[in-house]
């Protein structure tokens, strides 16, 4: 059974930091993105950052680049998303996803498995 555990939300104020960890159980993931996403109250889920799991490639929305940044360590089967310069407006539950089509990372439907979410909260 494949599992997708996130942790690294709770609350911070603007100008702060937080480090997103996802760690994946029940199978590798070599060859598929992996990302993450977030939903904002009231809005639809949106795509966030992506990193292919055999390289080194990464991809950031337009509202992240420069402050976030994704990782990952093979070794631990673990995805990191380090979120710097937070913003009130960065405030969602962010989804880590596997299983990502290499050729459509920033489409949420390409993902096979989700995680149960970490919420974010940014205060102003």
């Known amino acids: 059974q494949v599992q997708l555990v996130e942790a690294g939300g709770g609350l911070v104020q603007a100008g702060g930091s937080l480090r997103l960890s996802c760690t994946t159980s029940?199978?590798?993931?070599?060859?598929?993105?992996m990302g993450w996403f977030r939903q904002a109250p009231g809005k639809e889920r949106e795509f966030v950052a992506a990193?292919?799991?055999?390289?080194?490639?990464?991809y950031y929305a337009d509202s992240v680049k420069g402050r976030f940044t994704i990782s990952r360590d093979n070794a631990k089967n673990t995805v990191y998303l380090q979120m710097n310069s937070l913003k009130p407006e960065d405030t969602a539950v962010y989804y880590c996803?596997?299983?990502?089509?290499?050729?459509?990372?920033?489409?949420?439907?390409?993902?096979?498995?989700w995680g149960q979410g970490t919420r974010v909260t940014v205060s102003s």
């Open positions: 990193i292919k799991w055999s390289g080194d490639n990464t």
């Open positions: 996803a596997a299983g990502g089509r290499s050729y459509a990372v920033r489409v949420e439907s390409q993902y096979d498995y």
């Open positions: 029940g199978r590798t993931f070599s060859s598929y993105a």
